[in-house]
């Protein structure tokens, strides 16, 4: 096996943890408001503190992987996560928990950055697109702290010593990897501090294509049951079929679309990413059917699944900007798609109907595709991969 190899399985073993750390706190929210007694809205406002958490972490993210180096923050972030997730089961007062599930919501994204822009690193050693494949492990660790949660609940292990089981898998986890990670040099240009300026237009366009994937993903991740349940109208016990497929495809479509990506370049994934989403959507919207709707939202996470992979590695090679900052910009923008999605569903449900709201996502999806194919010059400063 070669030193390369070595590195990819290193790095790809490290977004699995990162994956797994947040589904094992996912799985345990129900316990997490039990424990406390919490409201629908109590628990809803608690659950606000992770993505606060991570807004805040993005530009500090960028500045430390900047002048410190991915390696250097991705061992600190990653002691962190594991650190915090049990605290998160051994708060015994709301006081404790909402810092502590701030700050679990900061050190995740801070990994979030300094993993990628590691990722990008390995990438241009290999000299073609890998990033999808780590994006896609993080995705088949949703499925397994979500399976490994169940097997806990059944067993009736409280959330602080699953997290504990959990934070000591990603401890040995860390310390084999850890070896591999690359050191990068310091970029000796600017392009790194926490001066807030306006990205360019290779940084916009790609922010603007991750915004509008971002909304499409939130929408799908927290509507899906919904749909299946009122406008689909499956049978109970089938109403997490339209999650499912979405998942299962966006997680099997970040395996392909390397590949994808090597053989047709970036830019046509992108625009094809777009298409799928409008045309899954619209498809659901206009048969409402088990059947067709199931093939809709597959539809749907295929195109999903690449968005964010290529927004990340085009936004990384900007030549004004340094990877770190750069995908900490496209990240923030992207962010406020992920965060306004699902309540905007809500909100066009309520004035007008389920389709009705799902039938504009899928015009979010149509704006990817538009947005990938005018004014291409934009993108001449990203170098494409090689074609294979």
């Excluded at 990162?18 to 589904?23: E, H, K, P, R």
């Excluded at 628990?43 to 805040?56: A, E, I, K, Y």
């Excluded at 059917?289 to 295929?302: K, R």
């Excluded at 992207?334 to 066009?348: A, D, R, V």
Aim: glycine content about 12%; aromatic content about 10%.
């Amino acid at each position: 096996m070669t030193l390369l190899q070595k590195r990819r399985i290193a790095l790809g073993s490290l977004f699995f943890i990162a994956g797994l750390c947040f589904s094992s706190w996912a799985a345990r929210i129900p316990d997490i408001q039990l424990k406390f007694s919490l409201s629908e809205s109590q628990l809803g406002t608690l659950l606000l503190g992770l993505p606060l958490g991570s807004l805040v972490a993005l530009p500090v993210a960028g500045w430390a992987v900047h002048h410190f180096g991915s390696r250097i923050v991705i061992l600190i972030s990653v002691v962190g996560y594991m650190t915090f997730l049990p605290l998160i089961g051994f708060s015994n007062s709301l006081w404790m928990l909402v810092p502590v599930v701030v700050v679990f919501g900061m050190i995740g994204n801070m990994m979030n950055i300094s993993l990628n822009t590691q990722a990008l690193s390995l990438e241009d050693n290999y000299g073609r697109s890998i990033l999808a494949s780590f994006h896609g492990l993080w995705s088949l660790a949703g499925f397994t702290g979500a399976g490994v949660g169940a097997v806990m609940i059944y067993m009736e292990v409280l959330p602080k010593y699953h997290y504990l089981i959990v934070s000591s898998g990603v401890l040995m986890a860390l310390l084999i990897a850890q070896r591999y990670l690359i050191n990068e040099k310091k970029p000796s240009d600017g392009g790194g501090g926490l001066v807030i300026r306006k990205p360019d237009d290779l940084l916009l366009r790609i922010a603007g294509i991750a915004f509008l994937g971002m909304l499409c993903e939130g929408c799908m991740f927290d509507w899906s049951g919904v749909y299946f349940k009122k406008v689909v109208e499956i049978e109970p016990g089938l109403v997490a079929l339209g999650y499912v497929s979405f998942m299962g495809a966006m997680a099997t479509g970040r395996f392909i679309s390397d590949r994808m990506n090597n053989k047709f370049g970036r830019v046509l994934i992108l625009r094809m990413s777009g298409l799928l989403i409008f045309s899954g959507l619209i498809l659901s919207v206009l048969f409402p059917v088990p059947v067709i709707a199931t093939v809709g939202f597959l539809l749907v996470g295929l195109g999903v699944a690449a968005i964010i992979p290529i927004s990340y590695s085009i936004a990384g090679r900007s030549k004004l900007y340094s990877p770190g900052v750069s995908l900490a910009m496209v990240s923030t923008i992207s962010f406020f798609g992920f965060l306004i999605g699902p309540p905007m569903i809500g909100f066009i449900a309520d004035l007008l109907s389920l389709k009705a709201s799902f039938a504009i996502v899928a015009v979010a999806g149509l704006g990817i595709a538009v947005l990938s194919s005018i004014r291409l010059e934009v993108f001449e400063s990203v170098d494409e991969v090689t074609k294979h």
